[in-house]
């Protein structure tokens, strides 16, 4: 009874304010090095994307200010809730974001946090330049009026 309720969970978590502040050109998915009540959080869905990024450091991705929730029911040994986690990526990936990363202006963004099939929890991260407030503004348009078509047609 108890695998049938996790199962049904919704264990995929978006941050929709990159899409709204960044153009996103390329999208990858990585694994992350988490500690076990970090994966404990997750599943019960106590994540925050509020101001978070990538950094490439020495030939290494990792993923900052993360908010993972410590877990209720942890012990002492309990996780940090904000801290640096390693993206885990091949070699040959890391090295083409470091080369699309050199251009200044570029960014590296977490787009989605999720658990994959056997129970892994991946991160879809996006490389993007920064919108400028006129394409805010566009976006903006362009979501009001998509809107309005969509009541228009479902009237």
């Given at each position: 009874?108890?695998?049938?309720?996790?199962?049904?969970?919704?264990?995929?978590?978006?941050?929709?304010?990159?899409?709204?502040?960044?153009?996103?050109?390329?999208?990858?998915?990585?694994?992350?090095?988490?500690?076990?009540?970090?994966?404990?959080?997750?599943?019960?869905?106590?994540?925050?994307?509020?101001?978070?990024?990538?950094?490439?450091?020495?030939?290494?991705?990792?993923?900052?200010?993360?908010?993972?929730?410590?877990?209720?029911?942890?012990?002492?040994?309990?996780?940090?809730?904000?801290?640096?986690?390693?993206?885990?990526?091949?070699?040959?990936?890391?090295?083409?974001?470091?080369?699309?990363?050199?251009?200044?202006?570029?960014?590296?963004?977490?787009?989605?946090?999720?658990?994959?099939d056997r129970s892994f929890v991946k991160v879809e991260i996006g490389i993007g330049k920064g919108k400028k407030?006129?394409?805010?503004?566009?976006?903006?348009?362009?979501?009001?009026?998509?809107?309005?078509?969509?009541?228009?047609?479902?009237?």
């Open positions: 009874m108890a695998n049938t309720k996790q199962k049904n969970r919704n264990t995929s978590f978006s941050n929709k304010q990159a899409f709204f502040h960044y153009a996103i050109d390329n999208t990858y998915v990585a694994g992350v090095a988490l500690l076990g009540t970090e994966v404990k959080s997750i599943r019960d869905g106590k994540v925050s994307f509020n101001d978070s990024y990538c950094i490439l450091d020495k030939g290494e991705l990792w993923l900052r200010g993360v908010y993972i929730a410590e877990y209720n029911f942890g012990t002492t040994n309990n996780h940090i809730a904000v801290h640096d986690r390693k993206l885990l990526l091949h070699k040959k990936e890391l090295k083409k974001i470091e080369s699309l990363t050199k251009e200044k202006g570029i960014t590296i963004v977490p787009l989605k946090i999720f658990i994959n407030l006129y394409d805010k503004r566009e976006t903006i348009k362009q979501r009001d009026n998509d809107k309005e078509l969509k009541r228009y047609l479902k009237n």
